[in-house]
Protein backbone atom coordinates (compact mmCIF):
# COMPACT_ATOMS: atom_id res chain seq x y z
CA UNK A 1 0.00 0.00 0.00
CA UNK A 2 1.11 3.65 -0.45
CA UNK A 3 2.00 5.41 2.14
CA UNK A 4 1.84 9.50 2.51
CA UNK A 5 4.07 10.92 0.32
CA UNK A 6 5.30 14.33 -1.97
CA UNK A 7 7.05 13.31 -4.54
CA UNK A 8 8.51 16.90 -5.75
CA UNK A 9 9.27 16.67 -9.64
CA UNK A 10 10.13 20.20 -10.37
CA UNK A 11 9.13 24.04 -8.86
CA UNK A 12 6.50 23.87 -11.83
CA UNK A 13 4.98 19.94 -10.90
CA UNK A 14 4.68 18.41 -8.24
CA UNK A 15 2.77 14.94 -6.87
CA UNK A 16 1.64 13.91 -3.33
CA UNK A 17 -0.01 10.64 -3.04
CA UNK A 18 -2.30 10.26 0.28
CA UNK A 19 -3.92 6.47 1.11
CA UNK A 20 -7.20 7.96 3.37
CA UNK A 21 -8.45 4.15 4.58
CA UNK A 22 -10.21 2.68 1.36
CA UNK A 23 -9.47 6.04 -0.57
CA UNK A 24 -6.33 7.40 -2.41
CA UNK A 25 -5.72 10.90 -3.44
CA UNK A 26 -3.17 11.81 -5.81
CA UNK A 27 -2.64 15.52 -5.42
CA UNK A 28 -1.11 17.25 -8.73
CA UNK A 29 0.03 20.63 -8.88
CA UNK A 30 1.80 22.62 -11.57
CA UNK A 31 1.64 22.25 -15.38
CA UNK A 32 0.25 18.57 -16.76
CA UNK A 33 1.76 18.52 -20.14
CA UNK A 34 4.08 16.17 -22.12
CA UNK A 35 6.87 16.12 -20.04
CA UNK A 36 4.83 15.63 -16.69
CA UNK A 37 1.95 13.56 -17.82
CA UNK A 38 4.30 10.25 -17.93
CA UNK A 39 5.29 10.94 -14.39
CA UNK A 40 1.91 11.42 -13.42
CA UNK A 41 0.60 8.54 -14.77
CA UNK A 42 3.11 6.67 -13.43
CA UNK A 43 2.08 7.44 -9.98
CA UNK A 44 -1.42 6.67 -10.25
CA UNK A 45 -0.85 3.04 -11.84
CA UNK A 46 0.91 2.40 -8.85
CA UNK A 47 -1.97 3.50 -6.39
CA UNK A 48 -4.49 1.80 -9.01
CA UNK A 49 -2.71 -1.33 -8.72
CA UNK A 50 -3.02 -1.34 -4.81
CA UNK A 51 -6.78 -1.85 -5.48
CA UNK A 52 -8.75 0.59 -3.21
CA UNK A 53 -12.05 1.49 -3.64
CA UNK A 54 -11.74 4.73 -4.67
CA UNK A 55 -8.39 7.23 -6.25
CA UNK A 56 -9.26 10.77 -6.39
CA UNK A 57 -7.12 12.50 -8.74
CA UNK A 58 -6.92 16.12 -7.35
CA UNK A 59 -6.36 18.85 -10.20
CA UNK A 60 -7.77 21.72 -8.33
CA UNK A 61 -4.23 23.24 -8.28
CA UNK A 62 -3.16 22.14 -11.67
CA UNK A 63 -3.09 25.55 -13.86
CA UNK A 64 -2.14 24.51 -17.25
CA UNK A 65 -2.95 21.11 -19.18
CA UNK A 66 -2.65 20.06 -22.46
CA UNK A 67 -3.91 16.92 -24.64
CA UNK A 68 -1.34 14.56 -23.27
CA UNK A 69 -3.12 14.78 -19.60
CA UNK A 70 -6.17 14.31 -21.51
CA UNK A 71 -5.42 11.52 -23.37
CA UNK A 72 -3.75 10.48 -19.88
CA UNK A 73 -6.86 10.46 -17.80
CA UNK A 74 -8.80 8.15 -20.20
CA UNK A 75 -6.43 6.13 -20.00
CA UNK A 76 -5.85 5.22 -16.43
CA UNK A 77 -10.51 5.75 -15.84
CA UNK A 78 -9.98 2.41 -18.37
CA UNK A 79 -7.39 1.14 -15.82
CA UNK A 80 -9.02 1.78 -13.16
CA UNK A 81 -12.28 0.06 -14.35
CA UNK A 82 -10.13 -2.98 -15.35
CA UNK A 83 -9.36 -3.29 -11.91
CA UNK A 84 -12.79 -2.64 -10.40
CA UNK A 85 -11.56 0.91 -8.48
CA UNK A 86 -13.50 3.97 -8.99
CA UNK A 87 -11.75 6.97 -10.15
CA UNK A 88 -12.84 10.54 -9.45
CA UNK A 89 -11.23 13.58 -11.28
CA UNK A 90 -11.57 16.83 -8.78
CA UNK A 91 -11.88 19.58 -10.93
CA UNK A 92 -9.12 22.40 -11.83
CA UNK A 93 -9.64 25.87 -12.76
CA UNK A 94 -8.77 28.20 -14.96
CA UNK A 95 -7.39 26.91 -18.54
CA UNK A 96 -7.11 23.74 -17.26
CA UNK A 97 -10.86 23.50 -16.61
CA UNK A 98 -11.58 24.80 -20.27
CA UNK A 99 -9.74 21.86 -21.45
CA UNK A 100 -11.61 19.65 -19.67
CA UNK A 101 -14.74 21.02 -21.01
CA UNK A 102 -13.55 21.52 -24.35
CA UNK A 103 -13.28 17.76 -24.91
CA UNK A 104 -16.38 17.12 -22.71
CA UNK A 105 -14.30 14.73 -20.85
CA UNK A 106 -17.14 15.06 -17.77
CA UNK A 107 -19.31 12.78 -20.49
CA UNK A 108 -16.53 9.94 -19.80
CA UNK A 109 -15.35 10.46 -16.04
CA UNK A 110 -16.89 11.60 -12.93
CA UNK A 111 -15.63 15.24 -12.31
CA UNK A 112 -16.11 16.90 -9.62
CA UNK A 113 -15.85 20.70 -8.45
Do not use: K, W
Not at 89 to 97: D, E, L, N, R, S
Amino acid sequence: MLSDRRIPESEEFAVAVHDRGTTTVVEVSGELDIATSPILEERIAAAILDEPETVVIDLSSVGFMDSTAVSLLVRVAARAQAHGVRLLVIQPHGPAAQVLDVCRLGEHLPIID
